[in-house]
């Protein structure tokens, strides 16, 4: 149902390669998936461990002149990586996106798209908008963060950078960021992430985890504010633990834990080899009304080996992801300075749908209406090319209202219609 299709996903999975390895061959590309420039990647001039695996290379920070964010990257918190300049990239014949939009952004300014490389789907879109960019003509590269609501609200603060790959659940119901929609708007939605709670055989169903410790990821990272939300949601509250993956396996096999959320499972290789003990498994998020938002999801054997029977299936529910601008409301300087990188990953939208590109990017359409402000630059596109009406919609409600018979159900079947033409972009 998951499948990645991706060569650095097939490296993590891969028993020849080892996780270092593929943090290697990640490093030699430039995580934005760029040219390995000498000035995309540098290396540490001390240790620097990441899930129980040494990091030799970081990014450098933009040169741009913009303030150095005082946001860190899970793999060096005290890192203080250097500037480097950059020329100007020559504009290759593959730029589609209009010239005078390109002119409009100083040739100085680097577009920085912050993701928690904890997610590999993540990581994976964002290194594909990243090469869009590229590819006409922009400077571009991603920067590895925590993704949680409160340190998005930081990233803002401290200007780290422009956009954010990041799921928006938590972001876009909860009034506390009501102040941060307005001022960091929508560009997309991209795709959903299916998130799985692995516990211990004795640990039945979700409401076993009751008061018992579960790991959230590192904290601020890119499952805990959605895992505890969806937790909250079912009205579980169990003993929240802060460890990053392997260190959450390693105690979920020493029993000092009874359960982990993770986000995506079959992309790591730590957990299909953990899941081969036989004495772990995926329990149910059951789908209840509390968890509108979110959207239901059913994982076979298929994707998480081990951890489902060869012959069922587990009931999840899968966390909406969102591609953020990053300080940028109606009217600021940074939303016009962002309409470049815009419209370079919507006139080039079509090539990520390809074979060689992440499948997730065929679930996303970036018409979908959301109830989040969308950057100005985006709203305007989208209303210069509107997508047409689907009969196949249409031909829908019509037999949901002859089936349906009594005026009640009929409203409920507009009221679904309504909300697929949302979800299409070719509604109110």
């Not at 209009?98 to 490389?117: Q, R, T, Y």
């Not at 096999?253 to 359960?259: F, R, T, V, Y």
């Not at 529910?317 to 109606?330: Q, T, W, Y």
């Amino acid at each position: 149902m998951y499948d990645r299709g991706n060569k650095v996903a097939a490296a993590w999975k891969s028993p020849a390669v080892s996780q270092a390895a593929v943090a290697l061959m990640i490093a030699a590309v430039g995580l934005a998936g760029g040219s390995a420039r000498a000035e995309t990647m540098i290396r540490y001039d001390h240790p620097v461990f990441h899930n129980g695996h040494r990091v030799l290379y970081h990014g450098a920070w933009r040169s741009h002149g913009h303030a150095r964010a005082n946001a860190k990257s899970e793999e060096a918190d005290n890192d203080k990586p250097d500037k480097k300049a950059e020329s100007k990239p020559e504009e290759t014949p593959e730029a589609k996106p209009a010239k005078a939009a390109v002119l409009a952004a100083s040739s100085a300014h680097e577009f920085i798209v912050l993701v928690d490389p904890d997610d590999a789907t993540s990581l994976r879109m964002a290194t594909e908008l990243v090469n869009s960019a590229k590819a006409a003509g922009l400077k571009a590269r991603a920067w590895a963060g925590k993704t949680s609501p409160d340190a998005l609200a930081k990233f803002a603060e401290t200007d780290g950078g422009d956009f954010a790959v990041a799921p928006i659940d938590v972001l876009a119901v909860d009034p506390k960021f009501a102040d941060m929609r307005a001022k960091s708007p929508l560009v997309a939605r991209l795709a959903s992430e299916p998130l799985v709670v692995i516990a211990n055989a004795n640990v039945a169903d979700l409401p076993h985890l009751e008061g018992r410790p579960v790991a959230f990821g590192e904290a601020g990272g890119v499952v805990d504010a959605s895992g505890q939300a969806v937790f909250a949601k079912l009205g579980v509250t169990p003993k929240v633990v802060h460890l990053g993956l392997t260190p959450s396996l390693v105690a979920l096999a020493s029993g000092q834990i009874d359960a982990m959320v993770v986000l995506g499972a079959d992309e790591s290789r730590a957990v299909n080899d953990a899941s081969k003990s036989g004495k772990l498994h995926a329990l149910a998020l059951p789908w209840r009304d509390a968890l509108s938002g979110y959207a239901p999801a059913r994982l076979t054997a298929k994707d998480l080996p081990k951890l489902v029977p060869d012959d069922g299936s587990v009931e999840t529910v899968s966390a909406p992801f969102g591609l953020i601008a990053v300080d940028a409301a109606d009217g600021s300087t940074r939303a016009a300075q962002d309409a470049p990188f815009v419209a370079a990953l919507f006139e080039r939208h079509q090539p990520l749908l390809g074979s060689a590109a992440d499948p997730k990017w065929r679930e996303v359409n970036l018409a979908a209406e959301t109830d989040w402000p969308r950057l100005a630059c985006a709203r305007d596109w989208i209303a210069k090319h509107p997508v047409a009406a689907d009969p196949a919609l249409d031909a829908f409600r019509e037999t949901a209202k002859t089936a349906a018979g009594d005026a009640g159900s009929s409203g409920l079947a507009d009221k679904l219609y309504a909300d697929l033409l949302r979800a299409k972009g070719v509604g109110p």
